[in-house]
């Protein structure tokens, strides 16, 4: 872990004032001390790269109406050194895209060698690499690569590394596939039209509402619309100028994923597996897990290291200390779905609070637990530690 990781684990005076306002635990403090130096570590900082000098290069795609795909392909290239800040010449004039140095999203060929990126071939059928299912296995991914799928897969470590060049290559590769499968996939199978539910299921399953939200969705608004004129010059708007509002709204959105990827969850991953590897020490069941703060991400990475261990039976509770220094105590939701829990916490205890909840729960030092039954409260980590156990208990009824 250390050779992955490396300085992650060393106390800093920053570190010390904070664990003094917390409870004192033992387990607790060495927790914590690790949790701030590793985010503190300069492996996770971001580099400054306004100041790098910009390249004469052109990057060529499609003029007319533009898509996120393309707009996000264009400001990673602009990231890297060879097309650091190059032009965007819009056509769809082969004359003048062959005037470029790379192409993508325009052109009829993909070719790695010949710098051209598009996707809209008949015969094309290229995909990320195979995702990793629960069971060890893997899978085809549900899309092909759109522009930006392409420019991703030959460049995207490239741009991770100008932001983050100090990254083991380990740390880089799960990055580069964190990056993907939490941001790129989607802009990928929104561009080549995958429907979000799989097909043939009976009875039909009907979306409930409408996400118009998305990144895709806000570069489609940025499309000068069929009747706009700008109120200063009484013109249509300028595509080119929205393309690059769009490009750079695209640019924000991958660098706000990459950052937390980068700067949150590289560092409490080494946290979240040590409390995986120690769940039989927190409890015989080895269905409940306690970290150090709430803070940290840690949903993702219990559903990765469940998979990469081949862990039996799942985590069901996650035990961690709030801003205030309470013990929380919330459940693992079933992986894939926003509110669903692998194992709620007992129904008599829901909507209950301190003195009420502790008769009703048998547990002294209980706060709260909430209305939908996914997380709960006790004032000490004994105390969250038997919800825990008896809410199992309870569960396996």
């Known amino acids: 872990m250390a050779a ?136 085809e991914r549900c899309t092909k690569l759109s522009a930006s799928g392409l420019v991703y897969r030959h460049y995207g470590k490239d741009v991770i590394k100008q932001y983050y060049p100090d990254l083991t290559e380990e740390m880089l590769n799960l990055a580069y596939e964190k990056m993907y499968n939490s941001f790129c996939e989607a802009i990928d199978a929104i561009d080549t039209g995958v429907e979000p539910l799989p097909g043939g299921l009976d009875p039909p399953v009907a979306l409930v509402y409408r996400d118009s939200t998305g990144l895709s969705a806000r570069v489609s608004r940025c499309n000068p619309r069929w009747n706009e004129v700008d109120a200063t010059t009484n013109q249509p708007p300028n595509p080119d100028e929205r393309f690059e509002i769009a490009s750079q709204m695209c640019g924000d959105d991958f660098m706000s994923v990459l950052s937390k990827i980068v700067e949150a969850d590289l560092p409490a991953r080494s946290i979240v597996e040590q409390a995986v590897n120690d769940r039989f020490e927190c409890d015989a069941s080895g269905e409940i897990i306690k970290l150090p703060s709430g803070g940290l991400p840690w949903k993702s990475e219990v559903y990765e290291l ?43 205890w829901r909507g209950v609070r301190d003195q009420d909840l502790e008769k009703i729960a048998g547990i002294e030092g209980c706060t709260f637990c909430h209305a939908a039954g996914f997380i709960g409260g006790n004032k000490s980590y004994e105390g969250a530690l038997e919800m825990a156990r008896v809410a199992l208990k309870k569960g396996g009824e």
């Not at 459940?331 to 129904?347: D, M, Q, T, W, Y």
Request: charged share 20%; proline share 6%.
């Open 4 to 139: 992955i990781f490396p300085n992650l684990f060393s106390f800093t005076s920053r570190t010390l004032p904070i664990l003094l306002s917390l409870p004192f635990h033992s387990t607790s403090f060495h927790l914590y001390a690790t949790t701030m130096s590793s985010s503190s570590s300069p492996v996770f900082k971001r580099a400054k790269i306004d100041g790098l000098p910009s390249s004469t290069k052109t990057i060529g795609t499609h003029s007319g109406t533009f898509q996120a795909d393309e707009a996000l392909g264009c400001w990673m290239l602009r990231q890297t050194p060879t097309y650091r800040n190059s032009p965007v010449v819009r056509s769809r004039d082969p004359a003048v895209l062959d005037t470029c140095d790379i192409v993508i999203d325009v052109g009829g060929i993909y070719d790695h060698s010949k710098l051209q990126y598009d996707h809209h071939q008949r015969d094309y059928d290229e995909k990320f690499t195979p995702k990793q299912n629960k069971d060890g296995t893997t899978s």
């Open 306 to 348: 469940e998979h990469q261990n081949k862990i039996e039976p799942l985590i069901k509770y996650v035990l961690y200390t709030d801003q205030g220094g309470m013990w929380r105590i919330q459940c693992v939701s079933v992986e894939g779905k926003a509110f669903e829990n692998r194992l709620g916490l007992p129904k008599e």
